[in-house]
């Protein structure tokens, strides 16, 4: 059960570090939009692909709005879990005066190679506060809170187990004048009933190879953890590729 646990905060974290990262600013001006700037509002349609699991993603800005929904999915067998896991995420953003919120439904669906299946889904909601360092650089202090739920059927036997999570970490990005972006993401994930802290960050960037199309990679970092069981540090290496209108 803390393996489901750990599956929800993780799937939380990428949530919290997309909402830092697609925050919208009611005052953008759309032809002078970088795809990378936190404070952007646009539209877009992506892939990302990791060694393991593949995501489309998708996103809808309407001046200090935006609504982004990702579909993932499990492409490769390993010793926890079928091919064919599923994950999702729906979100909404709005900013005012540099300090935004943003509300998060997610979740996923695993089945065990041993048969047994589990469901977690979870609802956040958090802060954002936005300040420029220099023309190029800004930093976004965030917290959030969220409650998950996790249903398990094992061995026939359906259990349920609930927890809630508390996150608090600092986006920092490096916007280039062509367009292109660098950032780092580390955060902090609390779990109430776990009584842990789980320590992860991520480090990525873009690069526009079209007016409308960019390329990207990023890694995340999970250090490891004796209460979640997890017995060593993880590193998951993502490639992307987004379209904007």
């Known amino acids: 059960m803390k393996q489901s646990i750990l599956a929800i905060a993780t799937v939380a974290v990428l949530s919290f570090n997309v909402s830092a990262a697609n925050v ?3 005052d953008q001006v759309k032809e002078d939009i970088n795809y990378g700037d936190p404070t952007a509002s646009f539209s877009t349609l992506g892939v990302s692909a990791s060694k393991d699991h593949t995501q489309l993603n998708g996103m809808y800005g309407v001046d200090s709005n935006i609504f982004s929904l990702d ?11 079928k091919g064919g896991d599923v994950n999702y995420r729906g979100r909404y953003f709005h900013v005012t005066d540099d300090l935004g919120y943003s509300v998060d439904v997610l979740g996923n669906a695993t089945n065990y190679e041993s048969g047994e299946k589990s469901t977690s889904n979870a609802v956040l909601a958090g802060l954002i506060y936005k300040f420029q360092v220099t023309d190029n650089i800004s930093m976004f202090p965030m917290a959030s809170l969220g409650y998950t739920r996790i249903d398990a059927d094992t061995l026939g036997i359906d259990t349920k187990e609930t927890d809630t999570l508390f996150q608090g970490g600092l986006y920092a990005m490096y916007s280039f004048d062509d367009g292109h972006w660098l950032y780092v993401n ?10 842990t802290n789980l320590a992860q ?20 970092y999970t250090a490891k953890n004796a209460k979640l069981n997890m017995d060593k540090d993880d590193t998951v290496a993502w490639l992307q590729a987004n379209y904007y209108f």
């Open 24 to 26: 919208a600013a009611q």
């Open 186 to 195: 580390p955060k902090v994930t609390h779990m109430s009933k776990a009584n």
């Open 71 to 81: 579909l993932g999915v499990k492409n490769k067998t390993d010793d926890k879990g």
């Open 201 to 220: 960050i991520e480090a990525g960037g873009g690069f526009m190879v079209a007016d409308k199309v960019s390329v990207g990679a990023k890694v995340e």
